[in-house]
């Protein structure tokens, strides 16, 4: 859904449900038939509101809000029924934009992850290490978590030629 609200306002939102499962499995392969697909998302959820404005006749602006959900995930896609310590938890993520343009320059003021959420993006499983973990991570393996970057805050000045 993308929706001019005003002559300045705009709203967007989108959505996506999905059950994946394995249908078909290749000979020797550790899949099993019914299982979720790895690392599919059930849910997936954006949303976007900008507003552009004028300050002076020669210059355009831009502010934006975004924010962005991806629903739990499954790690593994051999086990069946799911184990829930294959899990990834579902995590939204807000960012925010100003961009100004004049005269072929835009300058650009940004913060991403501005709630500095911590989401797991995925699980590395390795042996040899510390640890005392149960059902899929053995004693003796390491869990090494993939997170999004912490809340950044930045600038950008482009010249269009």
């Known amino acids: 859904l993308h929706a001019l609200l005003t002559d300045h306002l705009q709203v967007a939102l989108s959505g996506q449900y999905a059950d994946g499962k394995i249908v078909s499995v290749v000979a020797g392969s550790a899949g099993t038939v019914g299982a979720p697909l790895e690392s599919a998302p059930k849910t997936q959820v954006t949303a976007g509101l900008e ?82 973990y149960s059902g899929a991570f053995a004693q003796g393996a390491q869990r090494f978590v993939t997170t999004s970057p912490l809340r950044t805050f930045g600038v950008e000045i482009r010249k269009s030629f």
Do not use: C, M
Not at 69 to 78: F, M
């Open 51 to 132: 507003y552009k404005l004028q300050p002076r006749p020669e210059w355009n602006s831009t502010a934006r809000l975004d924010y962005a959900y991806v629903g739990q995930r499954n790690l593994s896609n051999t086990n069946t029924p799911v184990d829930p310590n294959y899990q990834l938890p579902g995590y939204g993520e807000v960012n925010l934009r100003f961009a100004t343009e004049h005269d072929g320059w835009e300058y650009t003021t940004y913060v991403t992850n501005l709630t500095n959420a911590i989401p797991q993006i995925g699980i590395g499983i390795y042996a040899g290490g510390p640890g005392d």
